[in-house]
């Protein structure tokens, strides 16, 4: 168990719908990063956070945004759903800032565009 | 720009034989490499790092990585591979981005499968 809780575990829902996806560090970690995993594309980076503040972004589309809350906990928020977002996505976490620290991966949440 | 490549999507060994799986990567500046491992239904796990000093690096669960600056390479190995290391290997390397936008460059991942 890494200390990265993300719910839900599963999420199914349709083209065009609006959808949020939250994490919770490890205790005392300050980054948070999103990631998603699809078979075709492998592992892309989205965006991190550091202590509520963007520090870096990846591929993230303009349709998906997210925050971190002063709890630290962060949220996903994917809109306009398209069939192609149906992927897993991870958050992890890491108590600096820069991606040379060990990221703290959570289990995942699996979602599913029908 | 950053790159890694992982140019087999799977390798399969034998329990206790040596196992390695391959990275290559392209920087400029010296590399920051990292490689992570997912297990089934899991999230991505640390495995080891290479920042600088020794071109041999060594992990978690017995593994450790070579480090070729010549050849650009940062091949995972292990030396007796168990069934139980069959799961999904990402190599990464570190891109120095414009201003603060530093991030995690990804290979499309290995899969190692360990047969009894």
């Known amino acids: 168990d890494s200390g990265v809780t993300q719910t839900p575990k599963h999420l199914i829902t349709a083209t065009g719908q609006r959808v949020t996806l939250r994490c919770s560090p490890r205790?005392?970690?300050?980054?948070v990063y999103w990631y998603q995993q699809s078979l075709d594309q492998g592992l892309q980076f989205l965006i991190q956070y550091y202590n509520g503040e963007e520090r870096a972004k990846g591929n993230i589309l303009e349709r998906f945004s997210a925050q971190q809350f002063p709890d630290l906990h962060s949220e996903l928020n994917l809109s306009s759903l398209e069939l192609g977002d149906s992927a897993l996505y991870f958050c992890a976490s890491s108590a600096r800032d820069d991606p040379y620290y060990e990221q703290y991966f959570g289990p995942g949440t699996r979602l599913t565009v029908t | 720009a950053q790159s890694v490549a992982q140019p087999e999507d799977q390798v399969n060994v034998a329990e206790g034989n040596p196992l390695t799986v391959k990275c290559t990567y392209s920087v400029s500046g010296n590399p920051y490499l990292f490689w992570y491992v997912q297990y089934p239904n899991r999230g991505l796990q640390f495995l080891l790092k290479?920042?600088?000093?020794d071109n041999l690096v060594k992990g978690s669960y017995g593994f450790e990585a070579e480090f070729n600056k010549s050849q650009t390479s940062f091949h995972l190995k292990k030396p007796s591979a168990l069934v139980s290391d069959s799961a999904l290997y990402f190599c990464a390397v570190r891109d120095m981005g414009a201003g603060n936008n530093r991030k995690l460059i990804w290979g499309l991942g290995t899969s190692l499968a360990v047969n009894p």
């Open positions: 290479y920042i600088t000093g």
């Open positions: 205790s005392g970690d300050l980054s």
